[in-house]
Nanobody, 121 residues
Framework: QVQLVESGGGLVQPGGSLRLSCAAS????????MAWYRQAPGKQRELIAS???????NYADSVKGRSTISRDNGKNTVYLQMDSLKPEDTAVYYC???????????????WGQGTQVTVSS
């Protein structure tokens, strides 16, 4: 059974920084794309950053230039460094990963449980 566990959320003042982590565990053979989504109250979940196994990245315009996604393939972990945080960054942040586990015949999409990020003074 594969699980994704996020950490690093919390309360931060405007202009501050946070680093989110998401570790995948279980009988993992390989992983493809890993990503971060977020969902603010009353809004749809949106993709904000993704990274391929080879390290190619993409960012939503809303976080481009302020955030950096990275991964450690050996640890099956993805990170999101967020700087210059704004109140509109307040949301629940979800980790996503495409993982091939030993009990599976193909890559399956998994989600983390979410971590709250609140940007407020």
């Amino acid at each position: 059974q594969v699980q994704l566990v996020e950490s690093g959320g919390g309360l931060v003042q405007p202009g501050g920084s946070l680093r989110l982590s998401c570790a995948a565990s279980g009988n993992i053979i390989s992983s493809h794309t890993m990503a971060w989504y977020r969902q603010a109250p009353g809004k749809q979940r949106e993709l904000i950053a993704s990274i391929t196994r080879a390290g190619s990245t993409n960012y939503a315009d809303s976080v481009k230039g302020r955030s950096t996604i990275s991964r450690d393939n050996g640890k099956n972990t993805v990170y999101l460094q967020m700087d210059s945080l704004k109140p509109e960054d307040t949301a629940v942040y979800y980790c996503f990963a495409e993982i091939l586990a030993s009990a599976s015949a193909s890559f399956i999409r998994y989600w983390g449980q979410g971590t709250q990020v609140t940007v407020s003074s």
